[in-house]
């Protein structure tokens, strides 16, 4: 699977989580049989709210996550530097171990959301 591939694989798992986030407010709404925000109890307003809180973390971290590997792939493919230390390369052969390593971490970004999802 190209980079390409799994970078839309992990926009599509970032366009749930984000369609997750917007639809609290409908949801406790369901849950509760309210008929708005304002009439449902404290508790079910509170949970909703901790649901919200924890789908946006995960949210943010998951395009950080996308943006570092993402970038980082990049760059070590224009220039022959890690870039966190800005440390050469020996060989072509750890460079692309290197590159390797971040495509698998990025490939594996829309696994852990769905894993995170369940908690």
């Given at each position: 699977?190209?980079?390409?591939?799994?970078?839309?694989?992990?926009?599509?798992?970032?366009?749930?989580?984000?369609?997750?986030?917007?639809?609290?407010r409908e949801?406790?709404?369901?849950?509760?049989?309210?008929?708005?925000?304002?009439?449902?109890?404290?508790?079910?307003?509170?949970?909703?709210?901790?649901?919200?809180?924890?789908?946006?973390?995960?949210?943010?971290?998951?395009?950080?996550?996308?943006?570092?590997?993402?970038?980082?792939?990049?760059?070590?493919?224009?220039?022959?530097?890690?870039?966190?230390?800005?440390?050469?390369?020996?060989?072509?052969?750890?460079?692309?171990?290197?590159?390797?390593?971040?495509?698998?971490?990025?490939?594996?970004?829309?696994?852990?959301?769905?894993?995170?999802?369940?908690?």
């Open positions: 699977e190209s980079a390409a591939g799994r970078v839309e694989d992990a926009r599509r798992v970032l366009s749930s989580r984000k369609e997750e986030c917007t639809s609290a949801e406790v709404t369901l849950q509760t049989g309210a008929a708005s925000i304002s009439e449902a109890s404290p508790e079910a307003l509170h949970d909703a709210r901790q649901r919200f809180q924890a789908a946006t973390t995960e949210l943010e971290y998951a395009k950080a996550t996308k943006s570092v590997f993402a970038n980082f792939t990049k760059k070590i493919k224009e220039d022959n530097r890690c870039p966190c230390c800005a440390r050469a390369f020996a060989d072509v052969a750890e460079r692309e171990k290197t590159a390797a390593d971040l495509d698998r971490n990025l490939r594996s970004l829309p696994a852990k959301v769905m894993e995170r999802e369940k908690l």
